[in-house]
């Protein structure tokens, strides 16, 4: 009796997500309908692939033997066609990536514009939004968010391995205040806060020699978006706490001026994350091959 690839597809889809909801979705179609999909092929090989109760959708005996013989098989599938399409150059479509805006400052010129560039048959839309969002029920191939904010069910693959903030002021704003030398010193000067997709101040966090301060930043001015706090502070309006990238090229200018730096160590930077999934879109492949090809250019591992 012969199951069909579709067929298999759903079955390998359901183990891996643990559910019917979630590999719907990465299939693309409803959630009863898949149900039915994998009750009709386990009826016609008369036997239960999954035991399910109203709180969970488990693996039997002898789906477990099923999907172990059967998902290396998929797998060498999906990877013909991945190569198949890379190599034959055949990338098309449109990526949909989401991303807070920063991120997306920091990497548009690095990696999407030189994606853009190898695979100019694919329309490349970035959304930019600070909250992190559900980027497969919102119909996105992936996210890019720091390292720790992303899903624990997401594939992670690094882009940057790490990030820095600096607190940063304009010549003008310093022209008569005295530079702060330790985080403390921060409440005597006039700070731009910002407000966080939850709808938290952010706290800004340093720490040296293994000692951590967290400072509620004083200041008037609250904004939620890292290029109002760089204009804000190019105009002199106060001191920001802002990514290195963002203001590396305004303080090499002389524009602004980075203190506390002594504070100020690196973090966990950014991942490219997207749901586990058997079939990955050639177009989605190949950012990632042209990430790990970045990775490899600074020496920096790319894992998944």
Not at 165 to 175: H, K, N
Request: proline share 5%; charged share 20%.
């Amino acid at each position: 009796m012969k199951a069909s690839l579709a067929e298999l597809e759903a079955i390998a889809a359901v183990a891996r997500h643990g559910g019917f909801r979630a590999a719907a979705r990465e299939l693309g179609m409803s959630s009863s309908a898949l149900s039915h999909a994998v009750a009709a092929l386990e009826e016609r090989l008369s036997v239960r692939i999954f035991n399910r109760t109203t709180r969970s959708v488990t693996l039997s005996d002898a789906g477990e033997r099923f999907v172990a013989e059967v998902a290396p098989a998929l797998a060498v599938i999906d990877r013909a066609i991945e190569n198949a399409g890379l190599s034959s150059g055949a990338v098309s479509g449109t990526l949909r990536l989401n991303m807070a805006p920063g991120a997306a400052r920091i990497l548009l010129a690095p990696l999407i514009l030189e994606y853009g560039r190898r695979y100019p048959d694919v329309e490349i839309e970035i959304v930019t939004d600070n909250a992190l969002v559900d980027v497969i029920g919102k119909g996105f191939d992936a996210g890019v968010r720091l390292a720790e904010s992303v899903p624990t069910d997401m594939v992670a693959i690094p882009i940057l391995p790490t990030l820095r903030s600096l607190v940063v002021g304009s010549p003008a704003y310093f022209g008569n205040r005295s530079r702060p030398l330790v985080p403390d010193d921060l409440l005597q000067h006039r700070c731009i806060r910002a407000r966080m997709a939850s709808g938290k101040l952010y706290r800004w966090e340093f720490e040296r020699h293994g000692q951590s301060i967290l400072i509620d930043a004083p200041g008037s001015l609250i904004l939620d978006a890292s290029d109002l706090m760089l204009s804000a502070a190019l105009d002199g309006a106060g001191l920001a706490y802002i990514s290195e990238g963002t203001v590396a090229d305004h303080i090499a200018a002389g524009e602004l001026i980075s203190v506390l730096e002594d504070w100020s160590p690196p973090y966990p930077g950014l991942s490219l994350y997207f749901a586990q999934r058997r079939q990955m879109p050639a177009r989605l492949r190949a950012l990632i091959e042209l990430i790990r090809e970045q990775n490899a250019s600074r020496g920096t591992p790319g894992k998944d």
